[in-house]
Nanobody
């Protein structure tokens, strides 16, 4: 059974930084891609960043230049480095693994105060 566990969320002031981590049971190299999604209150879930096993990363336009997704295959961990945070980044952030279907973590809350 695939399990994803996120951590690193919290409360930060606008302009601050956070680094989210997602530890995956099993080898993340077995997945086609790893992603971070978010769901803000009253809004639909949106794809924030994706890192494939091979190829380039991809980002939501509103986070380009501020967020960086990376992976450590040896640690089976995916990261989301978030800088210059804005109040509109407030959301629950979810890690997802893609292999025929999506596997999801439980989410971690990120709150950015103005």
């Amino acid at each position: 059974q695939v399990q994803l566990v996120e951590s690193g969320g919290g409360l930060v002031q606008a302009g601050g930084s956070l680094r989210l981590s997602c530890v995956v049971s099993g080898s993340i190299f077995s997945f086609n891609a790893m992603s971070w999604y978010r769901r803000a209150p009253g809004k639909q879930r949106e794809l924030v960043a994706t890192i494939p096993s091979y190829g380039s990363t991809d980002y939501l336009d509103s986070v380009k230049g501020r967020f960086t997704i990376s992976r450590d295959n040896a640690k089976n961990t995916v990261y989301l480095e978030m800088n210059s945070l804005k109040p509109e980044d407030t959301a629950v952030y979810y890690c997802a693994a893609h292999r025929g279907r999506n596997y999801w973590g439980q989410g971690t809350q990120v709150t950015v105060s103005s």
